[in-house]
């Protein structure tokens, strides 16, 4: 692929735009939500997850280099929630650096970065035959965002996929999980969400995703959390870390929230 990163060398994130122009776009994402400036919109309808429970089969994850993605089947759906029907493709996670404790999620709340982001892949299946064809398109694509703090118990839900990225090391490396189940992996309670308008946070930041973003954290435990920012490598053979976007101008988008 290409040779961007997030913030060594010539195409580092400052320079995305000069070789992928729509990273220069007006529509970019990750954002800072600005909690006084969100418009409540009691119409934004609660989502509907079918399949996301309890799934068993074969499913890759694998390190990428620039995070660690789970493919996900073509059964898991968001069927309620929006004008179209959205399938979920992959899952992945942005997070930050062990050595400072530092955060790393994208998106960022009046300003206050948290330890670390996921964000659920879906295309529009309704209108679009694959997430290929989808993933361009103003209304291809959906992701759900979430963000995670630390807390003082390890999250058990998550304590298979902590423990398998140490098989993942070396970028490019890939295994198979034979079961899943993301519902799990989101907090209870996912009624509170912000959403807008935005763009892939990676280069070609195409201008395609409708952005849900979840109000209410994940937990893990510190430990956790640690493990997740110091096992994996990247293309150079150096720890992964800090893999986030800085915020991007919200110019005329409005961000909505489904709660008061
Ligand atoms: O960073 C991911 C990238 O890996 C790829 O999955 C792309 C297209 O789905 O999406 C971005 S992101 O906007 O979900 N961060
Ligand atoms: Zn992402």
Not at 131 to 152: I, N, R, S, T
Not at 211 to 233: A, C, G, Y
Request: net charge negative; proline share 4%.
């Amino acid at each position: 692929g290409e040779k961007w990163t997030y913030s060594e060398g010539e195409l580092d994130q400052k320079h995305w735009a000069e070789k992928f122009h729509e990273c220069g776009g007006n529509q970019q994402s990750p954002i800072d939500i600005q909690r006084r400036k969100v418009r409540y919109n009691p119409r934004l309808l609660q989502l509907e997850l079918t399949g996301y429970e309890d799934m068993d089969g074969s499913f890759p994850m694998k390190n990428n280099g620039h995070s660690v993605e789970i493919q996900l089947p073509h059964t898991m759906m968001i069927t309620k929630g929006f004008p179209d029907r959205y399938t979920a493709v992959q899952m992945h996670l942005h997070w930050g650096g062990w050595d400072l404790e530092a955060s790393g999620s994208e998106h960022t709340v009046d300003g206050i970065r948290y330890m670390a982001e996921l964000h659920v892949v879906h295309y529009n299946s309704d209108k679009y035959s694959s997430f290929h064809e989808a993933k361009d398109k103003p209304d291809g694509l959906a992701v759900l965002a979430f963000f995670y703090e630390d807390g003082h118990f390890e999250n058990t839900y998550y304590s298979d996929f902590i423990a398998n990225l140490a098989n993942i090391k070396y970028a490019g490396q890939a295994m198979n999980i034979t079961k899943l189940n993301v519902r799990s992996m989101f907090p209870d309670n996912l009624s509170h969400f912000f959403r807008y308008q935005g763009s892939l946070t990676t280069p070609p930041c195409h201008e395609s995703i409708l952005w849900t973003v979840f109000d209410t954290p994940i937990t893990l435990s510190h430990n956790q959390i640690r493990k997740l920012e110091s096992t994996l490598m990247d293309h150079e053979n150096k720890t992964l870390w800090n893999d986030y976007r800085m915020a991007q101008p919200l110019n005329d988008r409005v961000v909505e929230s489904s709660f008061l």
